[in-house]
């Protein structure tokens, strides 16, 4: 029986948002007979996971994530790193919401409760970043990969996703391809990259049809490589990319994968879950329905590839 809960927010992601909802979810929770306590996160480095592994070790039944990706990422690295594993919870009040979206979460916080009230959870993959480093959603790599983590909390708030976007168009004239050498399972890929996705599930930064075959819980990563290509070529796989049909682009390499390994002589930016990771070296591994979380099973079985009871 799930009954003691702790609920994480990040008090800054999506302009605040999480203090008008606090009230009526702590109610409702109640109402619904659970244990409650609510924690807010602090200015500090990694209080967000410091909070999870804390709340994962005193044996909680639950651990709800209120915020956005990087806050969702925090809470699972907290669970991860302890040796205990409550059930994941996640309230989308972040500008993307991706792992959310994956998950079938809907976007209305109150609508998003209702599954954890009604207790109905699903198994999902991990995935393992190097020794101690965990994602829930993807690892990218490659120049573009910084507007994950430098587009200012401020602008975020002014313009969503947009501000994403913006950025990225400013990013475009200027961007390079990086010489890496990257070993999924028996293959190996040496050459140009211009990006490259490890993922869990089928949404990155809001666009859905990044990767239409990925399912959170079959035990494989997603692996696309994006091949040096010119500004043109760009633009038009940008155009199948809304279609969903890049994939079948000579320009695009898409495996599934238990075990990835990143490298390059150059540096070659990583983040996980939109949060900075470092630089190349990564070696990568799916962690299969490492985790529980909560999530409508009917709304949520477009996404499994294995059903739940």
């Not at 669970?79 to 998950?103: C, E, F, H, W």
Request: include cysteine; aromatic fraction near 8%.
């Amino acid at each position: 029986m799930i009954k003691e809960i702790v609920l994480i927010y990040n008090p800054a992601a999506g302009k605040n948002k999480f203090r008008k909802w606090m009230p009526l979810v702590e109610e409702k929770l109640n109402e619904a007979d659970f244990d409650v306590t609510l924690v807010s996160s602090t200015s500090k480095p990694k209080s967000i996971l410091k909070l999870a592994k804390k709340a994962a070790e005193s044996g909680v039944s639950a651990i709800i994530a209120a915020g956005g990706d990087g806050t969702v990422n925090e809470v699972v690295n907290g669970i991860m790193q302890s040796s205990k594993r409550p059930v994941l919870g996640i309230l989308p009040m972040g500008t993307t919401n991706d792992y959310a979206r994956a998950l079938g979460v809907n976007k209305d916080p109150l609508e998003a409760l209702n599954s954890i009230i009604n207790r109905e959870t699903v198994g999902i993959d991990i995935g393992k970043a190097n020794q101690d480093e965990f994602f829930i959603n993807n690892v990218a790599a490659g120049k573009i990969t910084e507007i994950t983590y430098a587009v200012p909390e401020a602008k975020k708030n002014r313009y969503g996703r947009l501000a994403y976007l913006f950025d990225g168009l400013k990013m475009l004239p200027n961007l390079k391809a990086t010489p890496v050498e990257i070993t999924f399972d028996d293959e190996r890929f040496k050459g140009q990259m211009l990006i490259c996705f490890v993922s869990n599930s089928h949404t990155v930064g809001g666009l859905e049809s990044l990767c239409p075959p990925a399912k959170i819980n079959d035990g494989y990563f997603d692996l696309l490589i994006l091949k040096k290509v010119s500004p043109a070529k760009l633009f038009s796989l940008f155009l199948l990319l809304k279609r969903g049909t890049h994939l079948e682009s000579p320009h695009v390499i898409h495996r599934q994968v238990k075990r990835v390994k990143l490298e390059s002589k150059e540096v070659l930016n990583i983040s996980y879950d939109g949060v900075y990771g470092g630089n190349a070296p990564y070696e990568l591994e799916v962690l299969p329905e490492a985790l529980r979380v909560f999530a409508n099973q009917e709304v949520a079985s477009a996404r499994l590839y294995r059903k739940e009871d």
